[in-house]
């Protein structure tokens, strides 16, 4: 169900005064789901998922989670939850741009990092905006196919587009495939180079060594508070995770980085001490 005019007005006008984004939960889902492995855990992810959950439990707002184990197992709370995305869409922005005829099999040019650059790692709108004209509504549910997105429905109101813990989570425990080999260096190098000033969240807590490929979005809601969403892909050589959370009604963005850093936290409490499987 799409928002009335005044809401997209809105959300409009609040994107371009705030760099980052909007969402909105309209369904829920509880539980747990297996992407692929049938190997015993070597990590207790049912132990951490537990804790994170009664932690979420504790928080103000509405939050939902989904991580993405090594053997690509699918775990969290309300993984089928749908938000508005916010900033986080501009991930799959830059895949599907990279991914266009016109672009995937030639070399990067000014123009192209100029628009690519600033979306990302500063989460720029003015660009965002350009992007999404140029790679379309079409463009961008082929990769929602592409991907498996269950819940994936975009709108040319960027922020207002459909998503969910567990379909972002699952995008970007494959990101780096989905981009042609020509730019996959190029997109993983930008999604890890987020500005220092939203660095906040899952890699600031993430295990001592692993890249963190990420990005978030947040905006502060006319009512009743902040919405923070963050997902990202954690890789330590050829081992990987991908954690996603969405929050809805947070009392200031400082609380809504404090939950997902929360959250991150208690799934990830002692994975550091876990060789390689």
Known sequence: MRPPPFLVIAVVALVAAVPGAASKPVSAGIGEATLAGTHPDHYPWAKRVSAAKRYAETRAGQISFAVVDEDGRL???????????ASVVKAMFLVA??????????????SDRRLLGPMIKRSDNETAFAVYNRVGE???LKLARKAGMKHFDPDSTWPLSEITASDQARFFYRIDRYVPRRHRRYAMRLLQRIVPEHRWGIPSVAPEGWAVHFKGGWLSWPRPG???????????????LALGVLTLHSPGMAYGTETIEGVTKRLL???QRFGKP
């Open 97 to 110: 741009y990279l991914r266009k005829p016109g672009v995937r099999e030639r070399d990067l040019d000014s």
């Open 269 to 271: 409490r002692g994975y």
């Open 138 to 140: 079409r463009a961008l």
């Open 75 to 85: 775990r969290g709370r309300q993984i089928d939850r749908v938000y508005y995305s």
């Open 226 to 240: 902040w919405i923070v969403n963050q997902v990202a892909l954690l890789r330590d050589g050829r081992r990987r």
